[in-house]
Each structure stands twice: as structure tokens, then as C-alpha cells.
RNA sequence: GGGCUCGUAGCCUAGUCUGGAUUAAGGCGCCGGCCUUCGGAGCCGGAGAUCAGGGGUUCAAAUCCCCCCGAGCCCGCCA
């Protein structure tokens, strides 16, 4: 017999013994649904109930402790073969405790049989869900302050994937806008150059001087214009003084090509108006625009394309922002939101009330703010008939919803407003399930010590540097610690390992909580990191390939250990853990089990022999159960897009 | 000014949604042990926390409510 979840088996068994009893008990009682949770301590059994202390107050004169006597009394643990007794205890708990070798035999048996599918319980509502993520500028280098966004999208994807959704991978090309026409403007007075080095470090470069010579250009501009109050005067120059130093950081970074651009740059006389043609030409469909930014996009997309690669994330789908222009369906979309009553003309601005529709629809709650609190409007077209970002948004996530089902937007928490606003804009249009099944997964950006990542000033990390940086390290690791090694293995080890490390170390923590970027946490080779769990991994397989054979005649009634029957009690509960993890949208539990599961596993192996264990019922018992870690392990490492290595 | 998020040992985190058991769980770092025994990226042990602070609800609060302090982010004709 095998179970595609052991201990959720248990914990259904201890469910409706407790109800059968409860019933017997107190017919006239109704109950609703009883707490079962994992006790502080195994001696008070694997699973128990607190649920007498509420109880109680419903049955006047009873105190908590008799309740559960009762009850406990009349538990029939006969009807479930994995309860073998259940009792009260403290002041009023009932605990249920298993029947650990039958719980053994399933759990070990069926993450043997299920392999590669152990764990992964299907849902019983499959949707088709698209995944949005990562979806950065197409104008400069993924940097390590937006890493954590292919990382968690990537792990949200696998766990839905394996929860037995459809799930589609987007990135969204974010084309349109004044950044591309800064970086393509750029582009154009250089001569459209071919580029040396990693074409998406080399546009973000051009990017970065573009926009600072730019912003240096009209601030100098607007200081010459005599019409002006003083406070004003000393605002724009207070900002000259913070681009002048950006404009020396990047002139050493890039020296020739800092030379040539501000050569070239100096013709124009106004390089913000130039842009802003662009930009307009190209939300217009002006054909030598369209091939201008569309080729400099491409070109910073194939370096992005690359780096995902390099960090074995994948796209089903690459959607460009300007299709959604020029086949009309912005258009169409702000015709739908004009006759909706929300848009007002501000001047030569059209806005989107989104205050009032929360107000008449009554959906301030829902979306988490405050009666009181007045959701600020949103800019759809500008004064000079071009549209804005959220705009955009609005057409492409009924894109999306004509596909699927459910949208996860991948996006950092300090979009949260936007996403409301678009949010809101779909009840606006009365596309209400689109609304009630879009989903914004918010998460913290990643910081660096002292200082302040931005693409627009060239200050920042890129995510190769780390990816890099981070395999160079598991490579001399590899060197010093298995010099036996072939250089190819050294080689694909220390890709995995590092990749390991680093994405291990971006999504172990709560996505809502701020991570801040060290090496020393991304290098951590020890405890509580992907090398760890992986090392245990290999250690796992290295003992089943020092065995020969696959365990032939386990007997598991032998695993009596307190230490083994932890590390099995752990195998039984992964099925759980995955689908809290996969149905709440939080990969981090998957980390943190990993890491639990992994430490069960080294305490183990170190006290308890397995190869050379007598008798040989006992050795298959306990190959069985190395065998059966080394599945879950990998397993739960895939969730995370890390790889397990055979060896390291 | 308004809003969102976060605050748990020197440092990094789990637990908070759904309140439960006289020791609040891990990791890093620190101190002390373990290699003629399946790979020491390991294991075992130790020290280290009034769960930011104050009040309240409750038989029971890191967890729920109120207040307050601190940090980050947002409130743009940027994305």
C-alpha cells in the first residue's frame, strides 16, 4: 500500500476518531472542525488537540482536562490502522499517537514508489496560471537588487507546476516608455554600433551616461532660464550637484565610451525632447522608431536571456509591451474605462478615479487599505497623448486572463499602489473574476550595505558579477576538498553549487521581508545553506552507492531509534508541507524544511552504521530510508530550482 | 502629513495568518569535544533572548486588539 501522503493519512485518521468520539460523547454538541497540531515534544504523541480548552466554555461546569477524558475514553482506535492510541493529558489535551511502523513502512515505501512525484499532492482544482516575473528593462543587466525576482518566480512556478497547475512563465518586455527611447537615442547618435562586450552590460552603459548626460543637459537649461524664484534656482541646482559626481563615476567606469557619447550628445541641443519624440514615434508606430528601439531591445535582451540561462530560469512566453499599442488594445481598453464613469480629464490629462471605484464598489477592504484612506488617482495619458506604464498594465493583464485562469504578478512591494490601480481598474471595467483572481506576490528588494542600486545612475551589481563570483567560489571549495575529482565534474559541481548557494540564500527568507546582499551570506557553506543540504545530499547517495544493491528485504519494524523515527516522521510530513507552501504561496517553508530535513538526515548517518549494519533486514531498513531522504531532498530542492549533485 | 511592510540572542532567520504543554526553534560567530568506523561542506556538547517598548483581551499571548518607538518603501504627465 503506499499513500501520496502518509502523515496527512494520520492526521485524517485522528480527525475522525475524534469526531466518532466527540459524538459519542456529547451527541447534542455540534462541532465544527477540530485543531490537530504538531506538538512541542514527541512524548506528547505526533499530533494533538487543544481544542477541549474552547470546548469547554460550551459545556457549563466542565473543566477543560474532563472533556478530554472523556473523549479520549472513547477513542476507537481499532477503525484506524495508523492510530495506535490516543490520551489525554496536561490540562486538556488529547494526544494521538502513531502507529509508527505501519507510518514507517507507508512513508518509505511510497517515497520509493512515487520517486520523483513523492510529496507533490495534486490539487483538486487545477487551474491554468501564468506566472509573471522577473520582466526587467530591457535596457540594462539584470542587477542583484531585482535577483530575487527570477528566483521566487522561478520556485512559485515549480510549486504550482507540481501542485498540478498549468502554469506559463511570462516576462513581459517593458518597451515602451521614456527609459528604452533614452537608451535607443543613445544608440543612434553612437552609430548604432556592434557591441564587444555582453550586449545587455553594454546598453545598460550606454543607458546610464545617456540619461545622466541628459539629465545634466536640461538641468543646465533650465538654470540659465531667468524666470525663475529663487528656491527653484536652488532646487535644480541642488540636483546638479547629485549628477555632477554620478557623471565622474561613470565617465571612469566607461571612459571611451563616456568620451564619444558626450561628443556626440553635445549636438543636440535638446536631448529630452529628442527622446520624447522618440518615444512618442514609437507609441505611434512610426516605422524608423519602431526598428530603432525594437533593435535595442533585442540586442540588451539577448545578454538577459543569457544571464536566466546562466541561472536555469526559463520563459514560455516573451510578451512585448508595445504589441499591445499598436494592435489597438490599450485604445480599446481606455475606450471601455472612459464610458465607465471613473476617468476625468485633469487639463490635457486623462485620470482614473480609482478612490471612487473602491468607494462605490465597496472594495476598500478587499484590496487591504483603510476606509479612510483615499487611494490616490492614476495618470492613464499623458499631456502629450502618450500612455503610462499601469495604462498598459490594465490590456496586458486581460491579455493574460484570456489564457489563464489566474495571474501572479511577480512584482516588488513598492509597486503595491499600482497594483491596487490596476486592480481596481479591472472592477472598473466590470471584469470582476479577472480582479478576484489576480494576485500581486509582493516581496522586499534586496539592498546592499550603504549603498543605493539604480540602473538609471549605472550604480549597481550585476547578477552575473554574483553568479559568477559565486561558482568561482565553489570552484576552489571543490579544489580543496576533492582534488580527486576529474576537472570536468569540479566544473559542473561548482555550477550547481553556486547557483545553489545563491538562490538558496534568496529565497530562504520571508518574501516580505527586506534581504540585505552579503557575500558572506550567499558564500555560507555551512548550516542553514543550499551547499549543506546538497552535501548531505551526495553524502545520502554516495552511502547507497557503497551498498551495491537496492535494499531487497527491509524489515522496518527494525527502525526503533528515536533518531530514525525523526528523520521518517519528517519524510511523512513533506506532502504537507509542500501543499501549505504551494497553496500560500511561500517557497521559503520549502527552504526552511529542506535545511530541517537535511540536519535529521546528518544526525542519522552519523550515530546509526547503514552499510555495514547487521542483520541484513535492518541494513535494507535503513538503505530504504537513505534512499527514501535522497528523494525528498531532491525533490524539495527542485521546488527551489536547485540542482542535486551526485557528488561534490 | 497619509499609507504599506518589517522589528525575535553579537549577527541572520523560523514560528505570527489559524493563541496552547514549566526548556521560544535553527544557522553564523564564540567556547569545548569527535577522523585506524558508510566522504569532516559533517556530528556531539556549552554559553548567549525580559520575542522593540507599554497597555488590554484570555484559563493561556512572540502570535489577537489599542498605543507608542525605530527602520525600509510608496503617495510622479517614471517604471
Request: charge should be neutral; charged fraction near 25%.
Amino acid at each position: 500500500m503506499i499513500s501520496s501522503n502518509p502523515f496527512g493519512d494520520f492526521r485524517a485518521a485522528c480527525n475522525a476518531a475524534l469526531s466518532e468520539a466527540f459524538l459519542k460523547s456529547f451527541p447534542d454538541i455540534p462541532i465544527e472542525t477540530f485543531l490537530l497540531e504538531i506538538p512541542s515534544n514527541l512524548e506528547f504523541g505526533e499530533l494533538t488537540s487543544p481544542v477541549f480548552f474552547e470546548l469547554a466554555k460550551k459545556i457549563p461546569g466542565i473543566e477543560p482536562r474532563k472533556l478530554a477524558d472523556k473523549v479520549a475514553n472513547e477513542v476507537n482506535t481499532g477503525s484506524f490502522p495508523l492510530l495506535k492510541a490516543a490520551k489525554a493529558a496536561g490540562a486538556g489535551y488529547v494526544n494521538f499517537y502513531v502507529d509508527f511502523h505501519k507510518l514507517c513502512e507507508l512513508t518509505i515505501e511510497s517515497t520509493r514508489i512515487l520517486n520523483k512525484t513523492y510529496g507533490f499532492v495534486k490539487t483538486e482544482e487545477a487551474k491554468t496560471i501564468i506566472v509573471e516575473h522577473t520582466s526587467s528593462n530591457p535596457i540594462s543587466p539584470i542587477h542583484i537588487g531585482q535577483a530575487r525576482n527570477p528566483i521566487l518566480g522561478d520556485a512559485l512556478a515549480h510549486l504550482l507546476e507540481a501542485r498540478g497547475h498549468k502554469v506559463f512563465r511570462h516576462f513581459y518586455i517593458d518597451d515602451v516608455g521614456r527609459q528604452t527611447a533614452v537608451v535607443a537615442y543613445g544608440y543612434k547618435v553612437l552609430g548604432q554600433p556592434a557591441l564587444k562586450g555582453k550586449s545587455d552590460h553594454d546598453i545598460g552603459a550606454i543607458y546610464s551616461i545617456t540619461s545622466c548626460i541628459s539629465e545634466i543637459h536640461r538641468l543646465k537649461r533650465a538654470i540659465k532660464m531667468e524666470t525663475m524664484d529663487s528656491e527653484t534656482l536652488q532646487q535644480l541646482r541642488n540636483q546638479q550637484e547629485e549628477w555632477d559626481p554620478i557623471a565622474a563615476e561613470l565617465e571612469k567606469k566607461h571612459p571611451r565610451l563616456f568620451k564619444k557619447l558626450s561628443q556626440k550628445l553635445e549636438q543636440t541641443k535638446d536631448i529630452e525632447n529628442m527622446v520624447n519624440d522618440l518615444n512618442r514615434n514609437y507609441e505611434e508606430g512610426n516605422e524608423e522608431a519602431k526598428k530603432l528601439i525594437r533593435k535595442v531591445c533585442q540586442i540588451s535582451l539577448q545578454g538577459i536571456r543569457q544571464t536566466l540561462t546562466n541561472a536555469e530560469v526559463y520563459f514560455d512566453s516573451w510578451d512585448w509591451e508595445s504589441d499591445l499599442i499598436w494592435n489597438g488594445s490599450v485604445t480599446g481598453i481606455l475606450e471601455e474605462l472612459k464610458k465607465s464613469d471613473y476617468v476625468f480629464q485633469r487639463g490635457p490629462v486623462l485620470e482614473f478615479d480609482a478612490d471612487r471605484v473602491a468607494e462605490d464598489l465597496l472594495l476598500k477592504k478587499k484590496i487591504g487599505v483603510k476606509d479612510d484612506y483615499e487611494i490616490p488617482s492614476l495618470t492613464l495619458i499623458r499631456g502629450d497623448g502618450t500612455t503610462l506604464y499601469t495604462t498598459r498594465d490594465i490590456s496586458y493583464t486581460l491579455w493574460k486572463f484570456k489564457k489563464a485562469n489566474k495571474v501572479i504578478n511577480v512584482v516588488g512591494m513598492e509597486q503595491l499602489l499600482p497594483q491596487q490601480q490596476l486592480k481596481l481598474a479591472l472592477w472598473a471595467l466590470k471584469h470582476n473574476k479577472q480582479a478576484d483572481n489576480l494576485t500581486h506576490f509582493a516581496y522586499s528588494l534586496v539592498t546592499l550595505p550603504g549603498y543605493k542600486m539604480s540602473s538609471r545612475r549605472g550604480r549597481y551589481i550585476t547578477f552575473d558579477e554574483v553568479i559568477d563570483e559565486s561558482q568561482k567560489r565553489a570552484l576552489e571549495e571543490v579544489e580543496q576538498r576533492s582534488p580527486h575529482l576529474s576537472e570536468k565534474e569540479k566544473h559542473q559541481i561548482s555550477k550547481v553549487v553556486g547557483l545553489g548557494a545563491l538562490k538558496y540564500a534568496l529565497v530562504e527568507v520571508d518574501p516580505a521581508k527586506p534581504v540585505v546582499f552579503t557575500w558572506e551570506r550567499v558564500l555560507n557553506l555551512k548550516g542553514n545553506s543550499a551547499p549543506y543540504i546538497q552535501y548531505t545530499y551526495a553524502r545520502a547517495r554516495s552511502i547507497l552507492r557503497k551498498a551495491h544493491e537496492k535494499p531487497k528485504q527491509p524489515n522496518y519494524s527494525l527502525l526503533d531509534e528515536p533518531l530514525e523515527k525523526d528523520l521518517v516522521l519528517g519524510l511523512a510530513r513533506f506532502p504537507e508541507i509542500f501543499i501549505d507552501s504551494a497553496d500560500n504561496l511561500k517557497p521559503n517553508a520549502i527552504a526552511d524544511y529542506t535545511n530541517t530535513l537535511a540536519e535529521k538526515f546528518n544526525s542519522f548517518y552519523n550515530s546509526e552504521p547503514v552499510v555495514k549494519v547487521k542483520p541484513i533486514e535492518l541494513r535494507d531498513a535503513r538503505l530504504a530510508l537513505v534512499e527514501a531522504t535522497s528523494i525528498v531532498i531532491q525533490n524539495s530542492l527542485w521546488l527551489l530550482g536547485i540542482v542535486s549533485p551526485e557528488r561534490m
